[in-house]
């Protein structure tokens, strides 16, 4: 089943659906997951995908559009703020821990590439979150500052932040916010065979697209991005358990490993063999045995 919600976060209204289990209402509070979405992404999309597969394991699984994106308010639209949309994380929480059908004490979150970053940042110091797990997570920090394959020329974060700060000073001018891609938006820009192309094909082309996820973002939030280090306190999470998803050939698995090597508490990585970071998204042979894995630790963690 599912239920249209809202809920504050800062100054924000933040726009969700929470998927709860089909059926005769349970007679004791259900386990409660958090469910937050890709960076450039929407509610509708991946998210959705893992939380519909939950709520039919039993969890009440919450989705959510991120602050300033899809049905979400604020401005500019498209800025990727990895500090609000950890705020958002938190306030998603407080949102399940208030419904009558959530049992408080048993809430756990899933956060899906990007928001595999926020979503253990939140949970470092929101104790309520007794369970967390990510998949394809992506440290949006590490990526801007040294790029994915960390092969980055450090001379592009400083262009890229003397641009920030242009930028910045122009809106206070007056001029209107730049946005660019966050992903290409042609086949020529985005080879099939790589991450890119997958990564087009996800967003760009009806095997994942949706209207209000626009592939745009805010330019000058790359000065935010760039400070951000979600897994550099880890140790807060502990001794709450950590479980992180990767597929064998995904190009952003580094992150998840050393994360889990970093964690002072319980923490697991699951490889899926044959698997990219983007076939974790919707890809049926892959969604299905990383939601078994994670409904398996949520059940246990949240009992």
């Not at 504050?8 to 409660?32: H, K, M, Q, W, Y």
């Not at 394991?57 to 500019?76: H, N, W």
């Not at 958002?88 to 059908?101: F, G, I, P």
């Not at 999470?237 to 995904?250: F, N, Q, T």
Request: glycine share 10%.
């Amino acid at each position: 089943m599912r239920t249209t919600v809202t809920f504050p976060s800062n100054d924000f209204t933040i726009a969700g659906v929470l998927f709860t289990p089909n059926g005769p209402v349970p007679d004791e509070r259900l386990p409660g997951v958090v469910v937050s979405h890709p960076g450039g992404g929407v509610k509708e999309q991946t998210a959705s995908t893992y939380a519909e597969r939950l709520a039919r394991q039993g969890f009440a699984a919450l989705v959510f559009d991120a602050a300033r994106q899809g049905e979400s308010t604020g401005e500019p639209r498209g800025l990727e703020d990895p500090f609000q949309r950890a705020e958002d994380v938190k306030a998603a929480v407080t949102l399940l821990s208030t419904r009558v059908e959530v049992d408080p004490d048993r809430i756990g979150a899933l956060g899906l590439c990007a928001s595999g970053g926020y979503v253990p940042y939140a949970a470092q110091t929101d104790l309520r979150v007794r369970a967390v797990a990510t998949v394809s997570a992506a440290d949006m920090g590490d990526a801007v500052r040294r790029g994915v394959g960390r092969t980055q020329d450090p001379a592009v974060l400083r262009e890229a932040l003397q641009l920030a700060g242009e930028l910045r000073t122009a809106e206070g001018r007056g001029e209107p916010v730049v946005r660019a891609p966050w992903v290409p938006d042609s086949w020529a820009d985005a080879p099939r065979d790589s991450h890119e192309g997958e990564t087009h094909e996800y967003y760009r082309t009806p095997r994942g697209q949706h209207p209000r996820a626009d592939n745009l973002q805010v330019v000058r939030g790359v000065d935010l991005l760039a400070q951000f280090d979600p897994f550099a306190r880890l140790d807060l999470l502990a001794p709450r358990p950590l479980l992180m998803v990767i597929g064998s050939e995904a190009v952003t698995g580094h992150y998840s490993r050393e994360a889990v090597e970093r964690a002072a508490g319980p923490a697991e990585l699951v490889v899926v063999d044959g698997a990219t970071h983007m076939s974790l998204y919707d890809r049926d042979e892959h969604v299905t045995p990383a939601v078994a894995r994670i409904g398996a630790f949520l059940a246990e963690h949240l009992a």
